[in-house]
Antibody
């Protein structure tokens, strides 16, 4: 059974870079059938797609975040990572990683999520 | 920018049926598949419908999805409502290399 687990600092200072890693277990991140993605949810608000990556390193991002986002993959560790630069309080959210089925654009399954707070 | 709009909340009694709409702001919602996710408080979203009307294994057939091209909307119907169905529900689709989530609907079981 495929599982995803987010990890990283729970507190980031304004103007700094948020860094998170998603570890995939129970399956290979190098599968040619899937992409991998990051989604976030500010407290009490809705879901927002951040970006997605293929095992080859090919990426595409939400246009509203594109200038600040970098997603990378490490196939040797079965992990992919998110970096979001120049963070503000508006970036405070629960960050989820998920597998993306590209043929139907379906995110499943999701990690449990990790809360990142931006505060000095 | 493509957006998906849902009612903020719906409520109904146990055993009844609720339908949640998801309306696309432009284009044709039928052009890309729509998924529906259930999110209980403090938990990650899980899929109840994918590919417009398909249920993952383990999701009861009380959950069904449909597309109405005439209104450019998708719908999630929950029949035989149970208290365990109380949660937030999000639709999700795709447009021009952008994955879009709906605004979310809180379902309350009275």
């Amino acid at each position: 059974q495929l599982q995803l687990q987010e990890s990283g600092p729970g507190l980031v200072k304004p103007s700094e870079t948020l860094s998170l890693t998603c570890t995939v277990s129970g399956g290979s991140i190098s599968s040619s059938s899937y992409y991998w993605g990051w989604i976030r949810q500010p407290p009490g608000k809705g879901l927002e797609w951040i970006g997605s990556i293929y095992y080859s390193g090919s990426t595409y991002y939400n246009p509203s975040l594109k200038s600040r986002v970098t997603i990378s993959v490490d196939t040797s560790k079965n992990q992919f990572s998110l970096k979001l630069s120049s963070v503000t309080a508006a970036d405070t959210a629960v960050y989820y990683c998920a597998r993306l089925v590209p043929t139907v654009n379906w995110f499943d399954p999701w990690g449990q999520g990790t809360l990142v707070t931006v505060s000095s | 920018n493509f957006m998906l709009t849902q009612p903020h909340s719906v409520s109904e009694s146990p055993g009844k049926t609720v339908t949640i709409s998801c309306t696309g702001s432009s284009g044709s919602i039928a052009s890309n598949y729509v998924q529906w996710y259930q999110q209980r408080p403090g938990s990650a979203p899980t899929t109840v419908i994918y590919e417009d009307n398909q249920r993952p294994s383990g999701v009861p057939d009380r959950f069904s999805g449909s597309i109405d091209s005439s209104s450019n909307s998708a719908s999630l119907t929950i029949s035989g409502l149970k208290t365990e169905d109380e949660a937030d529900y999000y639709c999700q689709s795709y447009d021009s290399s952008n994955h879009v989530f709906g605004t979310g609907t809180k379902v309350t079981v009275l």
